[in-house]
Nanobody
């Protein structure tokens, strides 16, 4: 089992930055593809970004491309999401998720951290 805990959310003005952290325990993350998802009030949960288990590949939703950056340090068992040039539409609860590299579905989820961007 892998336990994921997100931190770093908060209230920020439009144009500002936040850095979310996802700390894992239970198992090393080195064999897991890790991702960030978000869910805004009244909306479906959506994919934000992912990083491959090797760290060599990243992907981003079009809405955050060029503004957000995902990274990982397996020695620290931590994944980060650097969010720059934040917009009010980025307001959501952000979730960290992980899946074994041979699985298609994300099997581990954190409890989420709230990000609120004021205009």
């Amino acid at each position: 089992q892998v336990q994921l805990v997100e931190t770093g959310g908060g209230l920020v003005q439009a144009g500002g930055s936040l850095r979310l952290s996802c700390a894992a325990s239970g198992r090393t993350l080195s064999r897991y593809t890790m991702a960030w998802f978000r869910q805004a009030p009244g909306k479906e949960r959506e994919f934000v970004s992912a990083i491959s288990w090797s760290g060599g590949g990243t992907s981003y939703a079009d809405s955050v491309k060029g503004r957000f950056a995902i990274s990982r340090d397996d020695a620290k068992n931590t994944v980060w999401l650097q969010m720059n040039s934040l917009k009010p539409e980025d307001t959501a609860v952000y979730y960290c998720a992980g899946r074994d590299r041979f699985r298609a579905d994300y099997e581990y989820w954190g409890q989420g951290t709230q990000v609120t961007v004021s205009s």
